[in-house]
Nanobody, 120 residues
């Protein structure tokens, strides 16, 4: 579909840092809540962090204090700065755009994912 494009994944040692990027179209980015999900083998997909169009953020307890989500409205891009990475952060990371609507079901767009591997 190509609605969202992620980049920035890779292999990093424990304690290292990585920044993920997700580029979206202006029509999506301007009104949708942007988020990062991750899914490791044998585990359920979980919301890592999200940010609304107005800048309100939310984080999973497991990443609070280590990860920071931000958005650049001029570039229609959302970032996930990941610091002090741990092996348990290893997963496929997926960008998501979500629009909750009162007039119908929510709309969602997904990126293809980028792999983050934390290992020594």
């Amino acid at each position: 579909q190509g609605q969202l494009g992620e980049s920035g994944g890779g292999l990093v040692q424990p304690g290292g840092s990585l920044r993920l990027s997700c580029a979206a179209s202006r029509s999506i980015f301007s009104i949708y809540t942007m988020g990062w999900y991750r899914q490791a083998p044998g585990k359920q997909r979980e919301l890592v962090a999200s940010i609304t169009s107005s800048g309100s953020t939310n984080y999973a307890d497991s990443v609070k204090g280590r990860f920071t989500i931000s958005r650049d409205n001029a570039k229609n891009t959302v970032y996930l700065q990941m610091n002090n990475l741990k092996p348990e952060d290893t997963a496929g990371y997926y960008c998501n755009a979500n629009q909750n609507r009162v007039s119908g079901p929510p709309r969602n767009f997904w990126g293809q994912g980028t792999q983050v591997t934390v290992s020594s």
